[in-house]
């Protein structure tokens, strides 16, 4: 290959490269839900996965602009095609066209920190899946918010809740045995073997 060959090669693909600068880009890095969102507890993510789970319809790890729609409408709070459009644009990081994990917890940081416009869709979906302070009260606020700063304060929360999900997990073994056990007896008791 000559020179002038090789500089057009190299001329061609810098030209390609530029024509697809608006082509999503995919990060290659693993994401690790725990260590990046910090503000949020173990127990916040589980829920934020499983409500991103169930709308995930097509189990493709991403929310599309129709799960979007139906997670929306399932919420109470139907969007126009033009609010979904720019929902999934406001968190849409990688610029797919779709929300990631990553990008859906995007959107409860945001909402934490106060940069969702008021009434947007973002902000309505944050607020759908947040408690409530009506449900617990006005006389109970105080001690939420309390308990809330106090749980945040925690440098050990993620120990805690892996503790309590171990001691959960060996309840769980525990009864499976003893259930076991009675069944062994109740089979010996009828001559069965």
């Known amino acids: 290959m000559s ?4 500089l057009a090669a190299k001329l061609a693909r810098r030209q390609e490269l530029n024509e697809n600068e608006d082509a999503p880009r995919h990060h290659s890095t693993v994401f690790n839900p725990y260590t990046e969102f910090k503000e949020f507890t173990r127990k916040q993510i589980k829920e934020f996965e499983q409500m991103f789970k169930k709308y995930d ?11 979007l729609k139906l997670m929306m409408e399932a919420l109470g ?5 033009l609010g979904l459009k720019q929902m999934i644009k406001e968190v849409d990081e990688d ?5 990631s994990f990553r990008e859906f917890l995007l959107i409860f940081r945001k909402a934490a920190a106060g940069e969702l416009a008021e009434g947007s869709g973002l902000s309505q979906l944050a607020q759908l899946s947040e408690v409530a302070i ?5 006389s109970g606020a105080k001690d939420f918010f309390e308990a809330k700063v106090q749980q945040l304060n ?3 929360k993620f120990e805690e809740e892996i503790k ?5 997990r060996k309840k769980q073994a525990e009864e499976a045995k003893l259930r076991k056990q009675a069944f062994k007896e109740k089979q010996a008791a009828f001559g069965v073997q």
């Open 3 to 6: 020179e002038t060959e090789e």
């Open 57 to 67: 319809v097509s189990n493709d790890h991403f929310i599309d602009f129709m799960e």
């Open 77 to 81: 709070a139907p969007q126009t095609h």
């Open 95 to 99: 610029n797919d066209g779709k929300i």
């Open 134 to 138: 009506e449900e617990v009260g006005v």
């Open 154 to 156: 925690s440098s050990s």
């Open 164 to 168: 309590a999900e171990q001691e959960e």
